[in-house]
């Protein structure tokens, strides 16, 4: 069965959980999904519940989205073996797809999707909120946290005030991030000049660090060290405010 653009489909909303490895959360303008391989939306088809699966030409725009057999699943996440198909990822057992039309934003998730797919969404709003290179708004479930570039947490320190408290060792642990010399503020965030000449970004007037300990951008170690270190997180929607993620 050759499926062709024709129809928009509805989005099949993923509820709050844990997610396999192979699957991340991402952000394109303020929408928010649940993504596969380099960045691609993730699909699911009516025709698996009702004896129309995806086969044959179907399969060279949309393929299953691979999963090891061996591994156990994770909350509504779990592996499906079919007849003369690979192993592939289920969301509350209906198997997943990437579309091969595209990986990546924006092309991925085209506007003009099949009659009969669904793309997996979040049903919450990603916040609007003007950043500097260095920095992005980076999802995780169904929150929003600052993070640097890299996807890495990015934190605030309760003992900072009109001069750094963080200064020697403790910047061996928790690195400021870094502004370039001449620029300017951009929305909410400022460039400061620390007194050991360290030009480091403030957002909201509170200097911004990330931790060493966090080893990949999902790590969120250093939240709430010692009752005074605490993750940035924008609250869905909006980005009019701010809640100090503790945990």
Known sequence: MLALFIAASTAIIVSDGPLPLEVKSEIHRDESYPVGTRGARLYVFDGDNNGNDCTGECLTMWYPFLAAAADPGTGDWKPVTRESRPTQWAYKGRPVYLSLRGAGYPSAGPSETVSGWHVLAYDVKAPVLETPPAA?????????????????????FARDGKQP???????????PLTAPELVRAIGDWQPVTRPDGIRQWAFRNKLVYTYSDDLV???ARGVNAGGVWKAIQIPAGRGGGLAQGGG
């Open 136 to 156: 992005k708004v980076s999802q995780r479930d169904r929150s929003f946290f600052l993070t640097d570039f890299r996807g890495n947490t990015l934190y605030t």
């Open 217 to 219: 951008p999902s790590d």
């Open 165 to 175: 408290a963080c200064v020697a060792e403790c910047l061996e642990v928790w690195q």
